[in-house]
């Protein structure tokens, strides 16, 4: 086993026997080859939890740019009518004429045209804006609602190695859709004890999707975010997710910094806006473990 120091900021997220901030060893993860040649399936990856202000947003971002990183092409899908994926990939959703809202609602639009190429190579965001909160409600009447995204995305889906569905802040039909077309969920978890009260609801929701619409969804991981080791609260969230959820939480965390809202106004992922800080680095281990964890990545 070994310690990957390039995520550690401080002392206080190791212990005297070298233990991560998960209270457990470090895993040996191989580098990341690129893709070998040959036909393309791509994993499909939802992020999602119902509570809001998690580091849902960031973390699909700063992921995908990491995973892009590793030679793969990926597929950002903003499914959060806030836009704001959109956003931190420097696109102004008020500007939009064609989004993802298009795409669910409108049989006659190419994915295409919706499809925007980000600063990032490898990296492309299928954007959202405010049209898409219009778009539950006009689902409800549609045949094979929760699959209308799956539909979306079968077209683009030999063309990426991996495409990860920001999901919006809610158990909806919005979410149910995204669970629905994913192959996976990552759940990112705010180091706070009213967040991990939440997951239990969101698990709940998870195992009814799986057991009545999609058999093949599997929970990939639970990534803590926002963690500040300093604090004993966020020490004891952190050891309380592994008890309860174990080797299904992340070795890495993702640790509070002013770099991430400062990558928000900048428009890109902290892979590039700080390519060499502690929050980049993060982001990169935790690519890592979501490629160990998916071998077909």
Known sequence: MSQNPALFEDDTDTTSDGLGPTGRPWPDLPEPTAPGPGPKRATIIAMTNQKGGVGKTTTTINLGAALAETGRNVLLVDFDPQGSASVGLGVNPHTLELSIYNLLLGRDVDIDDVILETNVDGLDLLPANIDLSAAEPQLVSEVAREHTL??????VRDRYDVIIIDCAPSLGLLTVNALTAADQVIIPLECEFFALRGVA??????AK?????????????????????RTLHSREVLQRAVEAFGDKVFHTVIKRTVKFPETTVAGEPITTYASSSPGAAAYRTLAREVLARCPGA
Do not use: C, F, H, S
Request: no cysteine.
């Open 150 to 155: 799956r539909r979306v995305l079968k077209p």
């Open 201 to 206: 609801l969101l698990t709940d929701t998870i």
């Open 209 to 229: 999707v799986t057991e009545r619409i999609n058999p093949d969804l599997e929970v990939l991981g639970i990534v803590g975010t926002m963690y500040d080791g």
